[in-house]
């Protein structure tokens, strides 16, 4: 009875935010037409972007990486964000405030990546990315008739091309690391034009327009080709940049991105701490499971509990089915939606990409809605010890931390609310823009869906009933995959902030990824090498910490009136806002996120 009435309240609640809007306010119809302005100068820049959001007038453009387009995109957000400060907002509701502050952290964000991060003449990578997303976007989801979306590459690749040219004028001594990570990428991407984007394509019958694309595809990979042997045999000699940022540049990118204020020390005596706590848990559990034997012994047994790879699709579907329910039961969260997420094996021009991943729809997509959780099988060719070795990595603790993460409670979860928001500015912040480097409010995001791994657990998911904990060897096991995920992210987030700001160099790194994150040394190497290019990484814990603040905050705040329900349909009512503001929201002033 308590559930039933609980879902009722949240769902009139739904029903009220839904309802048709008030007339706007003149600064209310300012700020959305200025927000309008903003998106179409974004996307005319980042056309790959505009796709991938749901526009596909866009499809058909190639992003312009020339110097001259950074100087007139760079301009064109020095001009909004002069007309987003003198914008009146006498007029604005809280909420509408609130979306002020994110489009203008997102504007200052765009400039600080032109202007002071200089990406362009730093960093190789992002150029032979910005030209694979441009093709993975039309491929990825049948938005559009085949023949479509191919006319659309086609017209992209033509203009690919002049992107390497462009790559080649403005580089200017990178860091090595950048650059060698650009040679590692490349022979992938490469291989990803000659056989995954043709396969793609493989039922247009149109023979005139089979013979353009496989000019233009060829076109692209000579390109690409010559842009390889440009980084081998000439940019690589030359590259000695530093790719750190610095004290200051790293705050201002976690004050645009993030809204996120907090003293770079401050910060890391926050990301110590929680890796300490993170640490003893570890070793308590693991010492549940069995005094007689080390941690890494016991990471082994659980690893080697895992379905056979014909049933490990619908290892991960029983899950879903299993965590809506426990959801439900436990008043944890009230579903906006009943759909599913299609359940999977990743489509093949993704294999290389991803192990598991959710492919949502864009904030704006009309036409190709289907969610689908991608799973990665294993190869058909691989030798029984391969096969157990790629297997291991999707134990039974494994699939259950990766079905919260992505799936229930975690990022579609969050999807399916964010189609609810009546915000186009949230719903717009709320697009993925992580392959170009552009996070905005990842705290957000990937904070949730890291929190709700260790809430899940704590609110009893997997516990057998009427067993003690202590005696809850599968729970046990549960507990101790949440901890090595939370550990590695506890890793990311003490070196992103020390490399980025001097204290500790690549090396360093990666010892420090394999002695306090638990990580072997091909993990704590990759690890490392991706903390170089993506600075932000610590958005995982540097997020859920701030929701788990928030919501110990809220919880003082309602006293006897709060539950986790209610606590989190106000969460997901505020979108993808960076968590400063949804503190503001729902304690109804600004005060410490951590």
């Known amino acids: 009875m308590r559930s039933a009435l609980l879902f009722l309240a949240c769902s009139l609640l739904i029903g009220s935010a839904l309802a048709a809007p008030q007339k706007p306010s003149p600064d209310s119809a300012s700020l959305n037409a200025l927000a309008n302005d903003f998106m179409r100068e974004f996307f005319s820049f980042n056309p790959s972007l505009g796709t991938r959001a749901g526009f596909h007038q866009y499809d058909s453009q190639m992003e312009d990486l020339s110097r001259d387009s950074f100087q007139r995109a760079a301009a064109s957000y020095r001009r909004l964000e002069k007309r987003l400060v003198a914008l009146s907002t006498k007029g604005l509701t809280p909420d509408e405030l609130a979306d002020r502050e994110m489009m203008l952290a997102r504007i200052r964000a765009a400039s600080f990546d032109i202007d002071e991060n200089r990406w362009w003449e730093s960093d190789p990578d992002r150029y032979s990315a910005t030209v694979s997303d441009s093709a993975f976007v039309l491929i990825s989801r049948n938005f559009a008739s085949p023949e479509e979306r191919l006319r659309a590459l086609v017209a992209r690749e033509r203009r690919i091309p002049q992107l390497f040219a462009a790559a080649r004028a403005n580089l200017k001594n990178p860091p090595r690391v950048l650059t060698q990570i650009a040679i590692d990428q490349l022979p992938g991407i490469i291989a990803f034009f000659q056989n995954d984007v043709p396969a793609s394509f493989a039922t247009v019958k149109d023979a005139k327009l089979q013979a353009e694309f496989k000019?233009?595809?060829?076109?692209v990979i000579q390109a690409m080709q010559l842009y390889l042997d440009f980084l081998r045999k000439n940019l690589l000699a030359r590259s000695n940049g530093d790719f750190r940022l610095g004290?200051?540049?790293?705050?201002?990118?976690l004050l645009y991105e993030e809204m996120v204020d907090v003293p770079l020390p401050r910060l890391l005596e926050v990301g110590y701490a929680n890796l300490r706590r993170n640490q003893q848990e570890f070793e308590r559990v693991t010492k549940l499971l069995d005094p007689a034997k080390t941690p890494q012994e016991i990471l082994e047994d659980t690893q080697r509990e895992h379905p056979t790879p014909d049933k490990l699709l619908d290892a991960f579907r029983s899950r879903l089915t299993g965590l809506r329910e426990f959801i439900a039961q436990q008043n944890i969260m009230s579903t906006p939606a009943q759909t599913l997420p299609v359940v999977q094996e990743t489509p093949a021009f993704m294999r290389a990409l991803t192990f598991a991943s959710m492919d949502t729809p864009g904030p704006f997509e009309e036409r190709a809605t289907e969610a689908y959780f991608n799973v990665t099988l294993p190869e058909e060719d691989l030798t029984p010890q391969q096969l157990?070795?790629?297997?291991?990595?999707?134990s039974y603790g494994v699939i259950a931390s990766t079905a919260i993460h992505e799936a229930f409670p975690g990022h579609y979860e969050q999807y399916l609310w964010n189609e609810r928001v009546p915000s186009r500015i949230r719903r717009f912040?709320?697009?993925d823009m992580s392959f170009v480097g552009a996070h905005f409010s990842g705290t957000n995001v990937e904070g949730w869906a890291h929190y709700t791994e260790q809430m899940m657990l704590d609110e009893g998911y997997g516990r057998t009933p009427g067993?003690?904990?202590e005696k809850d060897k599968e729970f046990l096991k549960?507990?101790?995959g949440q901890l090595q995920d939370a550990l590695l992210r506890n890793a990311r987030y003490v070196v992103a902030i020390e490399m980025h700001t001097g204290k500790m160099t690549v090396d360093e790194a990666i010892q420090f990824f394999q002695k306090e994150g638990y990580q072997p040394k091909p993990s704590a190497t990759k690890e490392a090498l991706r903390g170089t290019s993506d600075p932000t990484y610590l958005m995982y814990t540097l997020g859920k910490l701030q929701i788990l603040k928030l919501r110990e905050d809220f919880k003082k705040k309602m006293g006897a009136k709060f539950n986790l329900?209610?606590?989190?349909y106000r969460l997901m009512q505020q979108g993808v806002a960076p968590i400063k503001l949804v503190r503001r929201s729902m304690l109804g002033e600004d005060s410490p996120a951590l």
Request: net charge negative.
């Open 388 to 394: 157990e070795e790629y297997m291991q990595g999707f």
């Open 467 to 469: 067993l003690p904990e």
């Open 215 to 219: 000019s233009t595809n060829q076109g």
């Open 247 to 253: 004290p200051d540049r790293y705050a201002k990118k």
């Open 565 to 568: 329900l209610d606590f989190h």
């Open 429 to 431: 912040l709320s697009l």
């Open 478 to 480: 549960l507990r101790l």
